[in-house]
């Protein structure tokens, strides 16, 4: 099993700047791929920024050019450094991280509220 927690949501202005952050912990040394999501009311989950399994990056068309996601591997964690933010960036951001032979977990999200 593994277990992902996120911090580092909040409330923002348009134009401002946040870093998310997500710590694995359990069997870290079967991950695969981890990555961040994210879901705004009434909408369905979307991909945000993840890496893949060859351990290049995937970048969402609407965050490219503002986000960036990194990771620390001595500590099992990843990050989004999301710069530029629009009210439509406004969701409950979600790490998630596939590990072993197909196996998913989520973590349990954290808001970011862009507003002015």
């Known amino acids: 099993q593994v277990q992902l927690v996120e911090s580092g949501g909040g409330l923002v202005q348009p134009g401002g700047f946040l870093r998310l952050s997500c710590a694995a912990s359990?069997?870290?040394?079967?991950?695969?791929?981890m990555g961040w999501y994210r879901q705004a009311p009434g909408k369905q989950r979307e991909l945000v920024a993840t890496?893949?399994?060859?351990?290049?990056?995937n970048y969402a068309d609407s965050v490219k050019g503002r986000f960036t996601i990194s990771r620390d591997n001595a500590k099992s964690a990843i990050y989004l450094q999301m710069n530029s933010l629009k009210p439509e960036d406004t969701a409950v951001y979600y790490c998630r991280c596939s590990y072993g032979l197909g196996r998913v977990t989520w973590g349990q999200g954290t808001q970011v509220s862009i507003s002015s």
């Open positions: 359990g069997s870290i040394s079967i991950i695969n791929v």
């Open positions: 890496f893949t399994s060859a351990g290049s990056t």
